[in-house]
């Protein structure tokens, strides 16, 4: 039988009340006690949290548009391999993976990993098709690293569509816009980006934007900032590299080789300053070291840009067999990126105008003009019919890529050299000699084939004749 409470007398009733209420204080300051032990006991940690692994590291900078260690990105491309393996309908983890060998195939110059990114972006796309900004975004990085720009542009606009306050897409327009002479375009993503986002990868794409419109000094400004700032090593060395290619421009061949130093320093696998390191060494005469620091980074980063280099310095010393074969892999290398999709034409047109067959050049340039009219374009497009004998087309193209009026807002001793070199052509002494001046006064080092060509042209020139001899 049930026994209730009500079935004792008040009096019997009052004290279960008491006793049960001094129970209840009893336990509950046991509990705060035990609390308290507990909180004495326990380890307290000390020092701010541990920092993340080498997957989260790589994954905040692939998702976030700066670059990424080598060694994190391995082991992100790793964990999310496994990840879509199990859960193959995990549309942001094909993203992840997407951009990450995006990033892969960028720093390594090795465009074979691209296939695989376009094939987990697309996986992406088709697990999750509607609102997947990340893998849109994904995709236009790959166009642009493939130097699509028609399609980077693209897919970065379809991302913004979805997301119009999504910053890090802006970095890809930016660049898109870039590659198809949209100088305009460019600096209108960059002031929608500044109102969205704050931070070192932004200051660095404003200091692109800043150098493609002649403000020099204020892209030198922006990129020391973004050095500064940077959180990991990996994106810290890449700003540096690209204040030593400001530095560079300039003819600062000490300040160049001290960026191009510190970024190597700070990142091992920077090939880019690598490079960049040899091309100041040569300048300063050191050439054994220039010649062996060019095939460093050659072997770890086969990027058509610095075997043209390295063939130039070796043509520059005599070495005409040894140029030859750089002149080969440079061929080679071009071949293998379009294999995977990746347009290194440029380039290849460049070394055919100097070193081949300039009409080869011509065509090629031709057709990348059509794709992508930008100032570099517009340059050895310019430098392409010179070479093939077309000098009053090829000075409208030089025009172009050196006036400000037109985009041409690089202060560029190569675009400068170009000018003069056709106008000499055309019997435009005055300004061939204006132009040619221009080039050696901009970085008086910018090519060990070209700058005792232009000395020797401005010589050749002579000083501007006088009022008095004008008269007569």
């Known amino acids: 039988m049930k026994i209730q409470a009500s079935a004792f007398p008040a009096p019997r009733r009052r004290r279960f009340r008491m006793v ?166 460019a600096k209108r993503s960059l002031d929608r980006l500044d109102e969205l986002h704050s931070g070192p990868a932004v200051r660095a794409r404003a200091a692109g934007v800043y150098r493609d419109l002649g403000w020099r000094e204020d892209a030198a400004a922006a990129l020391s900032d973004a050095a500064a700032a940077a959180e990991q090593p990996a994106e810290r060395a890449a700003w540096l590299e690209r204040g030593g290619q400001l530095a560079w421009e300039r003819g600062d061949r000490e300040a160049a080789l001290r960026h191009f130093s510190e970024a190597v320093r700070t990142d091992p696998d920077q090939r880019a300053a690598q490079a960049g390191q040899a091309r100041a060494l040569a300048a300063l005469g050191r050439t054994s070291e220039a010649l062996s620091t060019y095939r460093v980074a050659l072997a770890k980063q086969p990027a058509p840009e610095y075997a043209l280099e390295l063939g130039e310095l070796y043509e520059s010393l005599g070495l005409g067999q040894a140029a030859r074969v750089q002149y080969d892999l440079l061929r080679t290398q071009v071949r293998n990126a379009a294999a995977g999709g990746a347009d290194e034409e440029l380039v290849l047109a460049r070394m055919e105008t100097d070193h081949g067959n300039a009409v080869e050049a011509v065509r090629l340039l031709r057709a990348q003009w059509s794709r992508q009219p930008s100032i570099a374009v517009a340059d050895a497009l310019a430098w392409a019919l010179h070479a093939a004998g077309q000098d009053k ?80």
């Not at 326990?42 to 020092?47: A, E, L, M, N, Q």
């Not at 560029?412 to 001046?437: D, F, K, Q, V």
């Open 20 to 185: 049960g209420a001094v129970l209840a204080v009893a336990l509950a300051g046991c509990l705060v006690a035990g609390g308290l032990w507990a909180l004495r006991s326990s380890p307290v940690p000390k020092g701010p949290p541990p920092a993340p692994g080498p997957a989260a590291q790589a994954r905040s900078a692939v998702t976030a548009g700066v670059p990424a260690a080598l060694p994190d990105l391995a082991v992100l491309i790793d964990e999310r391999e496994t990840r879509v393996r199990t859960h193959p309908r995990d549309a942001a983890s094909w993203a992840v993976l997407g951009t990450a060998y995006v990033e892969q195939g960028r720093r390594l110059a090795d465009a074979a990993f691209y296939p695989t990114a376009e094939k987990a972006l697309r996986t992406s796309l088709r697990v999750r098709p509607r609102g997947n900004a990340p893998a849109l975004e994904g995709l236009a990085a790959l166009s642009n690293a493939r130097r699509d720009f028609r399609s980077g542009r693209k897919w970065a606009q379809a991302a913004l569509k979805l997301e119009p306050r999504r910053w890090t897409t802006y970095p890809l327009l930016i660049d898109a816009c870039t590659g198809l002479g949209d100088h305009k375009g």
């Open 393 to 472: 087309e090829a000075l409208k193209l030089a025009v172009r890529a050196t006036e400000p009026l037109h985009g041409g807002g690089v202060r560029s001793a190569l675009y400068a050299y170009h000018r003069g070199m056709i106008e000499r052509s055309l019997e435009r002494y005055g300004a061939a000699r204006r132009h040619l001046r221009e080039a050696l006064q901009i970085n008086p080092y910018f090519s060990p084939l070209h700058v005792p060509l232009a000395r020797a042209a401005l010589a050749r020139l002579g000083e501007p004749p006088t009022s008095a001899q004008r008269v007569q």
